[in-house]
């Protein structure tokens, strides 16, 4: 009896343990559970999170029983949003330097576009391909007159002798030079080829090819081989004179519009903004229709053939006779004094640089045009240090080394005052070594350069022109 007795108490006691120690577990499992399922607490847990506090007791928080603790976790903060700056007008403490994008650069304007009157001057190239020379001749234009413009001639049928063998030497001797000191290039292209004649067509005189469009392709495959190194072309020059335009059908505004027009369209086909710039004609006196007609009577035929739709600017030249620039043809001093009489004796707009190219421009206007002109030629010859002129070039001993200086600049100022010049190029820098100073040659009393190697007073003045004309542009 003992024995069982003693072994209901003992199972008694294990049932009593066991119970206890379920009830243990699952409390601390609630509690765990309960404790680390806090949104599960707020959102479902119908017990307040606050008790309610006795009068006059501060409201006590509840506080549940923490999990095990976990691993600190530092959030990497966020990149700084960005926010557009802004600028004030004055800043008490300047911001700290930051790196500032580069602005886009304007576009420089295309020659064609910048209408500002500018002045350029021709300039023979090294006879000898000599780059030190050629670079010398530049570097003066350039940084010593600072004159934007450089003229070249390059001649169609020494460049081009055999059909489609082009000798590129001459362009590819004075375009790098040129673009080194940042000129731009007139080229004034003439002159076709044998091969590209008319049939019957006398060879021995410079003359217009057989098809227009021979010449047009021409002056593509040059501007194709220098792109944007050429910012201008005079197509063809004196047409109006047979020397310079023998053809088997004569002289004929028509026929040099024609091929004006095929070089125009095929031209701007490759550079749109190159200027392109009618053949500025010869202003004679003379005028038979055979071997010269009249320039203001070749310009109205040119006119009336639509030149003025197939030309950016009008070509006009005028190398100065032994009377200023300032005055009309039938409005000059006497001078009694003068060998050369032209002027005086037989009155006419040629004699007259003012009235030439006033002349021109009233054409255009009759038009209904603003095209404006471009003198590819100009400038007024002096014989005083070449020891004499040849018969016909007295004029040339009329003007003296002071009235070149004086009359060059005079002019630059007056195709400015005037409104209706766009480019105008002074005949010339240097042909006065080139050719000896010889004085047989006429371009050699237009230079620059005279005897000895030395500038002539024109080239101060010319200097000191274009200086005050870019300060008073720039101020």
């Known amino acids: 009896m003992v024995t069982k007795t003693v072994h209901k108490q003992i199972r008694g006691f294990v049932l009593i343990w066991v119970a206890i120690t379920l009830i243990m577990i699952a409390a601390t499992f609630l509690a765990i559970y309960f404790t680390s399922n806090e949104v599960w607490l707020r959102a479902g847990n119908p017990l307040p999170l606050t008790r309610e506090a006795a009068p006059g007791e501060a409201p006590a928080a509840l506080v549940l029983p923490s999990a095990s603790p976990l691993p600190t976790y530092t959030p990497t903060p966020p990149p700084p949003t960005a926010t557009v700056p802004v600028y004030q007008a004055e800043a008490t403490d300047p911001p700290p330097p930051t790196a500032t994008p580069s602005q886009t650069p304007e576009p420089t304007p295309l020659p064609v576009n910048s209408r500002a009157y500018e002045i350029g001057i021709q300039v023979e190239q090294s006879p000898d391909f000599n780059t030190i020379n050629q670079d010398d001749w530049y570097r003066s234009v350039a940084q010593d007159l600072g004159l934007p413009w450089v003229k070249q001639q390059a001649l169609w049928e020494r460049m081009e002798p055999v059909q489609g063998e082009i000798d590129w030497r001459l362009l590819d001797f004075i ?5 080194k000191f940042q000129l731009k290039l007139l080229l004034s292209i003439a002159t076709a080829p044998a091969w590209a004649r008319e049939p019957g067509a006398n060879l021995e005189r410079r003359g217009p090819p057989a098809e227009p469009q021979a010449f047009a392709d021409f002056v593509a495959k040059v501007v194709e081989r220098y792109p944007g ?8 020059n004196e047409q109006n004179i047979d020397s310079e335009w023998t053809s088997v059908h004569g002289l004929s505004a028509d026929r040099y519009v024609a091929l004006l027009r095929a070089t125009y369209e095929t031209v701007k086909r490759v550079d749109p903004g190159l200027i392109l710039i009618s053949g500025a004609l010869s202003p004679t006196g003379l005028d038979d229709g055979v071997t010269v007609i009249d320039d203001f009577r070749y310009m109205d035929g040119m006119i009336e053939a639509g030149m003025l739709d197939w030309a950016d ?10 009377i200023s620039p300032d005055f009309r043809y039938d409005a000059i001093p006497e001078d009694p004094a003068a060998i050369f009489r032209g002027p005086y004796e037989n009155p006419h707009h040629s004699w007259s640089f003012r009235s030439t190219l006033e002349g021109y421009a009233n054409r255009v206007r009759a038009a209904g045009k603003d095209s404006s002109l471009c003198v590819t030629e100009f400038g007024w010859p002096t014989a005083e240090d070449l020891g004499g002129a040849r018969p016909g070039f007295e004029f040339a001993l009329d003007t003296s080394l002071a009235e070149q200086a004086d009359w060059v600049p005079r002019a630059m100022s007056n195709m400015r005052d005037w409104g209706f010049v766009w480019l105008a190029f002074i005949w010339n820098f240097n042909y006065g070594p080139h050719a000896d100073y010889a ?36 101020s």
């Open 229 to 236: 190194a050429i910012h201008a072309i005079e197509v063809w």
């Open 313 to 322: 600017c009008v070509g006009a030249a005028h190398n100065g006779y032994n």
């Open 175 to 179: 375009v790098p030079s040129a673009q």
């Open 439 to 474: 004085v047989a040659n006429d371009s050699v009393p237009y230079s620059l350069i005279g005897p000895g190697f030395n500038f002539r007073p024109a080239y101060a003045a010319i200097k000191a022109w274009q200086a005050e004309h870019i300060a008073n542009r720039d």
